[in-house]
């Protein structure tokens, strides 16, 4: 296992999991699960990905936080346009979806692309 074998510190190492890439948030839940269970602690926890949803699980999980680099996964990378950052702390919003729908450069982008297959 790669807490056994990696050289991984607990209390100090992050733990950097794509929840989407880990079979979605259950998979995302077992990885934590288990791990917690050989004594890390959730602060060890930090969602790859970059956007909304990673922030949610961090808020519902209460972890320690999440990767984010916004000039990466263009247009889909990054926060919504109406985030704010205050000492390295990102409120998530009250919204619904993953993020998409707060980057107005995004919205944009996507209603060229249904145009044709929903006109008017």
């Given at each position: 296992m790669l807490d056994r074998h990696g050289g991984l510190r607990r209390g100090r190492d992050i733990l950097l999991f794509d929840p989407v890439h880990c079979y979605g948030l259950p998979g995302y839940l077992q990885i934590v699960e288990l791990l917690e269970k050989r004594g890390w602690p959730r602060t060890a926890f930090w969602p790859h990905g970059g956007h909304l949803?990673?922030?949610?699980?961090?808020?519902?999980?209460?972890?320690?936080?999440?990767?984010?680099?916004?000039?990466?996964?263009?247009?889909?990378?990054?926060?919504?346009?109406?985030?704010?950052?205050?000492?390295?702390?990102?409120?998530?919003?009250q919204i619904p979806g993953i993020g998409f729908e707060a980057r107005q450069d995004l919205r944009d982008l996507l209603a060229t692309l249904l145009e044709p297959a929903f006109p008017g």
């Open positions: 949803f990673c922030r949610h699980v961090v808020a519902a999980l209460r972890l320690g936080g999440a990767e984010v680099n916004p000039l990466c996964f263009q247009p889909f990378g990054g926060y919504g346009d109406d985030t704010i950052i205050s000492e390295g702390v990102a409120i998530p919003p």
